[in-house]
Structure formats: structure tokens, C-alpha cells
């Protein structure tokens, strides 16, 4: 081994030279990282989920939620009350029809009393008794001067326009005392039936034949006061 020279420092070894590359990856390679990193970026900005509650909904708000509970509130109230209300129009409705019909029965009961009682009788010639027919009449009649007390009738006798005035005034008047006496014998009070006789003054018809004289010869009657209880069912 050969010997340093003295005197001499000995000089430190060179380092080695390290030599640098710069690695450039080829193009198609550059752009699958560049998709890469744009799908990456993409997915961290994905938007939240429909369904998932947003940060700024009433959720955990205590003011938002009681303010819309009032609200779900008042439109049910305001649902009730409109029910309520068709409810009440339905039944004023019923009610209405009802009494309308209840009128109406009335009105009707009312015009088939009148009639009855205001029907005429007739009687045979130059007679003042009452026939069979005339007898089923007056019981109709009784029927409804017994249930209503209030009511006063008139009888008015006439004759056919055969014989003389005088004669047939009396004879109007036995018929007219006829039917009278037909109710004050069932109960009815004489003070409630008047009479009168208008003889052959007020004939229906003046045909000279019996059908004419047939209607001519009659009791007819009038309602002089009560005729208001009539539309009354008690």
C-alpha cells in the first residue's frame, strides 16, 4: 500500500452525482387522472337527498312547529263549522218541508170540513121532512159542529118557485126548523143554528121542470161564527 506524502491533508472523496429524471406519463394516462379527479370532487358536491330534512326546515323549531300546528288547527275548526252549518241548513230545510206539508194537511182538512158543512140538503115537494138522504147528510154536519163548539151556523130554507109567496116563506121556514131541530135533538145547542126562510126568492136555477125545482127545493147553510177553528185539528 502506497504511503500518503507527509505534510499534506488528505482530500475528502467526491460525492457521487446523482442525476435527476422528470417522469412524464403518456396522454391517454393524463386524462383518466384528470376524469378521476373530477368524478372525486364531483361525489364530495353531491346534493343531500330529497327526503332527508333540510338544514333550515321547521324541524327542531319550536316557534315554526306551533305556528303551523294553529294553522292545521283553525282549517279543522273552520271544516267543523262549515259541516255544522250544512247540518243546520239541512235540517231547517226538513223542518220547512215538514211544516209545509203539515200545513198543507191542515188547509186541505180544513176546506173538507167546510164543504161538509156547508153542503146543502134537499127536501120533496110541498114537504118539510127530511129525507134519508138529507139525514146522512146532517150527521156529517153533526160531526163537525160536535168537535167544533165555537163554530154558529145559519140554515136558510127555500121552496121551487110553485105557489103563492106567502105559502112558500112559511114552508122555506118549516125546513129550515127542520134541520135544527134534527141537531138540538143530538146535542147541539139551539142558541148555535139560526134560521130563515128566503121562500122561492133565491131559486139556483129557473128551468121550468122538476130537476130544476128538485134543486130549488133546499136547506142551505152558512157559518156565522168559528169558521177560523175549521183549520184546527183539536
Do not use: I
Amino acid at each position: 500500500m502506497p504511503r500518503r506524502a507527509r505534510g499534506f491533508p488528505r482530500r475528502p472523496a467526491s460525492p457521487p452525482t446523482v442525476r435527476m429524471t422528470t417522469f412524464s406519463p403518456p396522454p391517454r394516462v393524463a386524462l383518466l387522472l384528470v376524469l378521476a379527479l373530477a368524478g372525486a370532487a364531483a361525489c364530495r358536491r353531491a346534493p343531500r337527498p330529497a327526503g332527508a330534512p333540510s338544514p333550515t326546515s321547521d324541524a327542531g323549531d319550536p316557534a315554526r312547529l306551533d305556528s303551523s300546528a294553529r294553522a292545521r288547527a283553525r282549517d279543522s275548526l273552520d271544516a267543523a263549522q262549515r259541516a255544522r252549518a250544512l247540518r243546520d241548513s239541512a235540517a231547517l230545510a226538513d223542518a220547512q218541508r215538514t211544516a209545509r206539508a203539515g200545513q198543507g194537511a191542515r188547509d186541505s182538512g180544513a176546506a173538507s170540513r167546510r164543504s161538509v158543512l156547508l153542503a146543502p140538503v134537499y127536501f120533496d115537494y110541498d114537504q118539510s121532512e127530511l129525507r134519508d138522504d138529507a139525514r146522512a147528510a146532517l150527521e156529517a154536519k153533526l160531526a163537525v159542529l160536535t168537535r167544533y163548539r165555537a163554530l154558529r151556523v145559519r140554515v136558510a130554507g127555500h121552496t121551487d118557485d110553485r105557489g103563492a109567496d106567502e105559502y112558500n116563506l112559511a114552508l122555506g121556514g118549516r125546513r129550515a126548523a127542520a134541520v135544527k131541530r134534527y141537531f138540538a135533538e143530538r146535542g147541539v145547542d139551539a142558541d148555535r143554528v139560526d134560521v130563515v126562510s128566503f121562500g122561492k126568492e133565491r131559486p139556483t136555477c129557473e128551468a121550468e121542470d122538476e130537476s130544476c125545482w128538485g134543486r130549488n127545493r133546499r136547506a142551505e147553510f152558512a157559518v156565522v161564527r168559528g169558521g177560523e177553528a175549521l183549520g184546527s185539528d183539536r
